[in-house]
Nanobody
């Protein structure tokens, strides 16, 4: 069965860094667009970064441009999100998701597979 397992979340102070990972199994990872979403308490889930299947293209939400970097290792079926210069407003549950068509920061209902999430908390 398809599994997406996030890891790497935690609590950091503002200005710190974290690296999230998402291990995929049960489908042909290398043919899927991968995306990181996040959801803060009381807010809608939002896409923050996306990467095409071949890693040639990336997309970022304006709120994270210049601070976050999405990458993938298709040999390891793993997706990453390097988060630098973290701010309290980056706090939330971070999810990875996969879709085979229409790569980019798409509405959440368009994604085929989801992980369970990893919590990121940034204190001021």
């Amino acid at each position: 069965q398809v599994q997406l397992q996030e890891s790497g979340g935690g609590s950091v102070q503002a200005g710190g860094s974290l690296r999230l990972s998402c291990a995929a199994s049960g489908y042909t990872y290398s043919t899927y667009c991968m995306v990181w979403f996040r959801q803060a308490p009381g807010k809608e889930r939002e896409g923050v970064a996306a990467i095409s299947a071949n890693a040639f293209r990336t997309w970022y939400a304006d709120s994270v441009k210049g601070r976050f970097t999405i990458s993938r290792d298709n040999a390891k079926n793993t997706l990453y999100l390097q988060m630098n210069s973290l701010k309290p407003e980056d706090t939330g549950m971070y999810y990875c998701a996969a879709v085979v068509f229409n790569c980019g920061l798409r509405p959440r209902q368009e994604y085929d597979y989801w992980g369970q999430g990893t919590q990121v908390t940034v204190s001021s």
